[in-house]
């Protein structure tokens, strides 16, 4: 049976991640608790709106009420990487070669490496950014779609439109697929065809209950597993069409009680699943066998993530009910 180390944080935890297999529990109020043999807090700034991992290099990347947008290194020391004062930093993203993107209002910036920086303007507000896992590009989520832009090189930005607020944007792991998650009760996704001035095709993945706060992509990009559901709602990815014309998975079905978080396993095809009644089950996708991590707890799961090996899993809550599950106990 996994074990369950309790953590008791004050206020709203934004994000837990694992650097060097070292958990991170980051505070909205700008407090970053690691746990490396006890407990070590590091102030980042008055109030923190986004975290996210780097997904190059042991580090997180935060933005916040302060304008500043900062790296946090897995021993604990910041470094700031842009300042925008009197600007809310709500949206981050790491990129190849130590690129950050962050933005507010309608502008997206992308801070390279060697000390420039890329602007790029919408005509609606910026409500998500995403790096491709190939070449320097990002995708820009706004109201009707999604603009993606070459970092790099002065080539005319892609439209993808379609109607509606989005508010968050992912790449697929193969770079073929764009999906976004939308104001309504829905994902949105394109198919992105790599033949110049082709449209992409769209995947309209609708029938959720709820808004979809959360998503993750399997280790190997054959799943994306998504939040909005009692249950977490697992749609296939392995087809060339992806989804399209696919009924997605749902695993670890709970009655009317609301998967609010989601995270893959780093190697296997299992997912974590976290919800409102702090509840935390890890499901198999290939044959849906379930095992519960955590029993019901203080406030919905809101962050997930796995250490390397995929023998601890941390999660954190609306109600800094936190911890960390050993599953080889």
Same mark, same amino acid.
């Given at each position: 049976?996994?074990?369950?180390?309790?953590?008791?944080?004050?206020?709203?935890?934004? @994000?837990?991640?694992?650097?060097?297999?070292?958990?991170?529990?980051?505070?909205?109020?700008?407090?970053?608790?690691?746990?490396?043999?006890?407990?070590?807090?590091?102030?980042?700034?008055?109030?923190?709106?986004?975290?996210?991992?780097?997904?190059?290099?042991?580090?997180?990347?935060?933005?916040? =009420?302060?304008?500043?947008?900062?790296?946090?290194? &897995?021993?604990?020391?910041?470094?700031?990487?842009? =300042?925008?004062?009197?600007?809310? +930093?709500?949206?981050?993203?790491?990129?190849?070669?130590?690129?950050?993107?962050?933005?507010?209002?309608?502008?997206? $910036?992308?801070?390279?490496?060697?000390?420039?920086?890329?602007?790029?303007?919408?005509?609606?507000?910026? =409500?998500?950014?995403?790096?491709?896992?190939?070449?320097?590009?990002?995708?820009?989520?706004?109201?009707?779609?999604?603009?993606?832009?070459?970092?790099?090189?002065?080539?005319?930005?892609?439209?993808?439109?379609?109607?509606?607020?989005?508010?968050?944007?992912?790449?697929?792991?193969?770079?073929? $697929?764009?999906?976004?998650?939308?104001?309504?009760?829905?994902?949105?996704?394109?198919?992105?065809?790599?033949?110049?001035?082709?449209?992409?095709?769209?995947?309209?993945?609708?029938?959720?209950?709820?808004?979809?706060?959360?998503?993750?992509?399997?280790?190997?990009?054959?799943?994306?597993?998504?939040?909005? @559901?009692?249950?977490?709602?697992?749609?296939?990815?392995?087809?060339?069409?992806?989804?399209?014309?696919?009924?997605?998975?749902?695993?670890?079905?709970? &009655?009317? +009680?609301?998967?609010?978080?989601?995270?893959?396993?780093?190697?296997?095809?299992?997912?974590?699943?976290?919800?409102?009644?702090?509840?935390?089950?890890?499901?198999?996708?290939?044959?849906?066998?379930?095992?519960?991590?955590?029993?019901?707890?203080?406030?919905? +799961?809101?962050?997930?993530?796995?250490?390397?090996?995929?023998?601890?899993?941390?999660?954190?809550?609306? &109600?800094?009910?936190?911890?960390?599950?050993? +599953?080889?106990?």
């Amino acid at each position: 049976m996994p074990t369950v180390a309790p953590v008791d944080i004050d206020g709203h935890v934004l @994000a837990v991640e694992f650097l060097n297999d070292v958990p991170y529990f980051v505070g909205a109020a700008g407090t970053i608790h690691r746990f490396e043999g006890g407990e070590r807090v590091t102030e980042a700034g008055q109030g923190l709106l986004t975290c996210v991992r780097d997904g190059y290099s042991e580090s997180l990347i935060v933005g916040g =009420e302060d304008g500043k947008v900062q790296r946090i290194a &897995a021993d604990g020391s910041i470094s700031l990487i842009a =300042e925008a004062p009197r600007k809310w +930093i709500t949206q981050v993203a790491s990129g190849p070669q130590g690129a950050v993107a962050y933005a507010h209002g309608k502008t997206t $910036f992308v801070a390279l490496s060697d000390g420039s920086t890329k602007e790029f303007t919408e005509e609606r507000t910026v =409500e998500g950014i995403a790096f491709a896992p190939k070449g320097l590009r990002i995708a820009v989520a706004r109201y009707n779609g999604v603009t993606l832009h070459w970092v790099g090189t002065s080539g005319a930005p892609v439209n993808l439109e379609w109607k509606g607020a989005h508010n968050g944007v992912t790449f697929s792991p193969d770079g073929q $697929f764009v999906v976004t998650t939308m104001q309504e009760n829905a994902l949105h996704g394109w198919k992105l065809d790599p033949k110049a001035g082709t449209d992409a095709r769209h995947m309209r993945m609708t029938g959720y209950p709820a808004k979809v706060k959360s998503l993750s992509w399997s280790a190997k990009g054959k799943w994306l597993a998504s939040s909005g @559901a009692p249950a977490a709602i697992v749609w296939p990815f392995q087809g060339k069409d992806g989804p399209m014309g696919k009924a997605p998975l749902e695993l670890g079905s709970r &009655a009317n +009680i609301m998967a609010t978080c989601v995270r893959f396993h780093p190697a296997e095809d299992i997912v974590a699943i976290g919800f409102i009644d702090g509840m935390i089950l890890a499901v198999r996708v290939a044959d849906s066998k379930e095992a519960l991590l955590r029993r019901p707890g203080n406030g919905a +799961i809101t962050s997930l993530s796995w250490g390397k090996s995929g023998k601890t899993l941390a999660f954190a809550s609306a &109600a800094g009910d936190c911890g960390i599950v050993d +599953i080889a106990a």
